[in-house]
């Protein structure tokens, strides 16, 4: 039997109904703080990945699936052509880049212009061991804000994020929010200095990659999450003391926005994140626990200088993503099974075989004026087309029989209060429309 391909799993109609769920409550919060909705494509240019992400990092190095065509891959196996570097394709392993490069390709910020706020969501891939909320597939949703190097951006987008885990029921002690600062060029590099002769003294207790880390990109060792290595980097140089004077005051007043917005923040000086591009503030939001070693369901922070590593002008720009995987088990370990409601507007009920007909015609009806509408399609019983009604939270269920098929009527029961009503077949849509609008607009009682 072919099933799915590891470590990409199927969304089932249930899971696809609360991601659906998930991006429209995303887009409703965001938007209020003026982020507008954008879609890359799933696949782009190798070449943006090495540059913005790192080639170094682990994500280009090891984890990108690469794309190419078939034809492509023939005449580089048979002919021994390499493709060009324009068809050199991966499958995107992360979302900023691919916004970023959209933001510098259709120029959405003119110079002097108000800031871009984007926000996207949808699929990523990365080739790495699939473990427990570590997929090849996983889908991600995120915002990035480019034309401004304000630290108000930083400190609006951290709380913005706040207040969407508030919307979809994360309580706000069941996770915890760690800022730090990585500087800028300048400061970072003197840091990175300090930072690999430490490391270069205590080799010896570093693990393997770590150790290969030293000379190519030394602030990834901050993050190894190897006991040994953590134990060595208790006591590295830390990042906060090389800060530079516009970098400390930037990062200073990021802080003083939080507490006036009462967020509650742990400053973790080993917080780096996992890519090249970022500069100055950066974050991550941890479940507190329940979720093992894989623990954060979402971060980001500042990269004042990807646009200009794409060949776009200087843009500065500040971002998160947060893993639908992760905050789906982020619930979960809290006892919140992530589900919507979800109920039929209309069920149409047959209790004889000449109903069918009518039920499909009332149906058609019912859709066309806007309502989800739904009839038996396998001849069942009349208590197991109850049943179904039941499962698909219908709303109102229309009855049709021999007597009501003789006096061109139906029966319409309101499935809350089981209230039965005759309604004449010409006029039963017209009331449904307006008592189910009633409904909606009374809201729950």
């Known amino acids: 039997m072919i099933v799915s391909p590891e470590g990409m799993n199927d969304l089932l109609p249930d899971m696809a109904f609360f991601w659906n769920s998930f991006r429209s409550k995303a887009l409703e919060t965001f938007g ?26 682990d994500v280009v190095a090891k984890e990108m699936f690469a794309a190419i065509s078939g034809e492509n891959l023939r005449r580089w196996l048979e002919e021994g052509k390499s493709p060009k570097a324009k068809s050199l394709l991966s499958l995107r392993p992360e979302g900023t880049a691919g916004i970023v490069r959209a933001v ?16 996207y969501a949808g699929p990523m891939f990365r080739a790495e061991r699939p473990q427990k909320d570590r997929y090849r597939q996983f889908n991600q949703l995120g915002i990035e804000c480019l034309g401004s190097d304000s630290p ?24 915890k929010l760690l800022i730090n600062s990585i500087g800028c060029e300048s400061c970072r590099s003197t840091y990175r200095e300090a930072l690999r002769s430490f490391l270069l003294e205590n080799s010896a207790s570093l693990c393997e990659t770590c150790n290969t880390r030293i000379e190519l ?12 290595c953590q134990n060595v980097m208790h ?9 530079c004077n516009e970098c400390k005051c930037h990062f200073d007043e990021v802080k003083e926005l939080l507490c006036v917005s009462s967020i509650p923040y742990i400053e973790e000086p080993s917080l780096v994140r996992g890519l090249d591009y970022y500069t100055r503030t950066v974050f991550e939001v941890q479940v507190a626990e329940g979720m093992g070693a894989q623990n954060a369901i979402g971060g980001g922070g500042r990269y004042d200088r990807l646009a200009e590593q794409i060949e776009g002008r200087r843009t500065p720009g500040f971002g998160f993503a947060l893993g639908f995987e992760r905050v789906v088990s982020a619930l979960s370990s809290i006892g919140i099974e992530p589900h919507v409601a979800r109920s039929l507007d209309v069920f149409v009920a047959c209790a004889c075989a000449e ?20 009839f038996d399609h396998q001849g069942r019983s009349l208590k197991s087309q109850l049943k179904l009604a039941n499962k698909f939270n219908a709303l109102q269920v229309i009855f049709l029989g021999p007597d009501e098929l003789d006096g061109n009527y139906v029966t319409v029961r309101d499935m809350e209060n089981h209230e039965e009503r005759p309604i004449s077949m010409e006029s039963v849509v017209v009331e449904l429309v307006a008592a189910l609008t009633k409904k909606s607009e009374s809201g729950p009682a």
Do not use: W
């Open 355 to 374: 109903a069918y007909k009518v039920a499909f015609s009332l149906a058609q009806a019912c859709r066309a004026k806007g309502l989800s509408a739904d």
């Open 152 to 175: 108000t951006i930083d400190a609006e987008a951290i709380s913005m994020l706040m207040d969407f885990f508030g919307q979809i029921g994360l309580p706000y002690d069941s996770f």
């Open 32 to 57: 209020r703080y003026g982020y507008l909705p954008i879609d890359t494509p799933v696949v782009e240019q190798t070449a943006l990945f090495v540059r913005s992400i790192g080639e170094g990092t």
């Open 235 to 243: 006591v590295a140089p830390k990042i906060t003391n090389y800060l």
């Open 217 to 228: 990109n030394p602030l990834r060792t901050l993050d190894c999450k190897n006991a040994d």
């Open 104 to 119: 510098v390709q259709h120029d959405l910020v003119p110079q002097g212009a108000a800031p871009a706020k984007l926000v």
